[in-house]
């Protein structure tokens, strides 16, 4: 189930089966073997992993236990959320995560703020919405978001969640996605390829993928963790994950590609204004650092110059004055 066209560019595929998971889940939760861990309330079932029951106050996530080396890569999530709870009344979704840390509880979703990597919520509670509506202040259709609702953060470990906001402040980009109790089976892929993050649904039945988030100059570390967890708090609903399938993706590059992908320590997302987003600013060059000391010396010195040139001249004034 691979994406096609031209949004391929020419790209292999290649399962990482040590970075997937599927039925039967062998192995998964296990002290001694497996490559995944559970968290909290999550359970492996025949059919599927749940990480939260629709019960209130539950929290469960599950994480690879291998870090992530590949440059290029493209998740695939089959994934479903239902329950008893009428719309708007049920809560509160789900995340998938690529970040530095693992199996660490917290209030995204059930995982840590202030995290370092990138996040991918499905998030099925519009609580900026209920909350201005409960204040009696009118709701701006004009950002007004429709929900269920997918959206994408990159955080490099300054930024925190706004829960209250349904994380508006630092969403990258996002679009509806009605994904709650349907009949059919539910998709969701993040796609990364030469620092361009994409995310696509198929969530209408009919095997066609579907544009959710395209965001360029997406600069993702090396070595992080997949990971997906979920919450519910007053309200509720059953999230569940049947699959988790990561493909290796091979890209042809360009020698400026090459330069321009080069690795990196810290997520960053080009040109993004966020508070504490800024790109890292590069190192100087060599031949850089020597033209700014050379110039620099030779100011001065041009300084020092003039500087005695005048003090003769206000000395030989004084002597013709005292004269």
């Known amino acids: ?27 998964v939760g296990s002290a001694s073997s497996g490559l995944w861990d559970l968290q909290g309330n999550a359970m492996v079932m025949t059919q ?31 994934f479903k959320i239902h329950g008893q709870g009428k719309k708007n009344l049920n809560g509160d979704g789900f995340a ?3 970040t530095k ?23 099925t509670y519009p609580n900026e919405e209920k909350q201005q509506e409960a204040q009696k202040r009118r709701y701006s259709p004009g950002n007004q978001r429709v929900f269920p609702y ?18 508006r402040p630092t969403e990258l980009g996002g679009c509806t996605a009605m994904v709650r109790n349907l009949n059919h089976d539910t998709f969701l892929v993040i796609r990364y390829v030469k620092r361009r993050l994409t995310v696509l649904i198929d969530i209408d039945g009919k095997h066609e993928w579907r544009d959710c988030i ?30 988790l399938k990561l493909y290796q993706l091979t890209v042809e590059r360009t020698p400026e590609e090459e330069k321009r992908d080069r690795e990196v320590y810290l997520p960053v997302v080009d040109n993004l204004k966020l508070p504490g987003m ?46």
């Open 214 to 243: 395209d965001v360029p100059g997406v600069r993702l570390p090396r070595g992080y963790y997949f990971g997906t967890s979920s919450v519910t708090g007053d309200l509720s609903d059953n999230h569940d994950i049947i699959s």
């Open 96 to 98: 998938i995560w690529y």
């Open 150 to 167: 997918i959206s994408a953060m990159v955080n490099n470990g300054s930024l925190t969640y706004d829960h209250d906001r349904d994380g």
């Open 1 to 27: 189930m691979g994406l096609g066209g031209p949004r391929a560019e020419q790209t292999e595929e290649h399962l990482k089966r040590e970075h997937s998971l599927s039925k039967p889940y062998q192995g």
């Open 101 to 123: 840390d693992r199996m660490q509880p917290g209030p995204v979703f059930g995982s840590k703020d202030n995290f370092l990597g990138l996040g991918v919520f499905v998030d």
């Open 278 to 323: 800024e790109a890292p600013l590069e190192p100087m060059s060599g031949l850089a650092l020597f033209l700014i000391v050379f110039f620099s010396l030779v100011a001065i010195v041009f300084a020092i110059v003039i500087g005695v040139i005048i003090y003769n001249k206000w000395q030989e004034q004084s002597r013709k004055h005292f004269y």
């Open 48 to 78: 599927y992993i749940r990480l939260t029951p629709d019960l209130q106050s539950k929290q469960g996530a599950v994480w690879n236990r291998v870090p992530c080396y590949l440059r290029d890569w493209e998740m695939q999530v089959h």
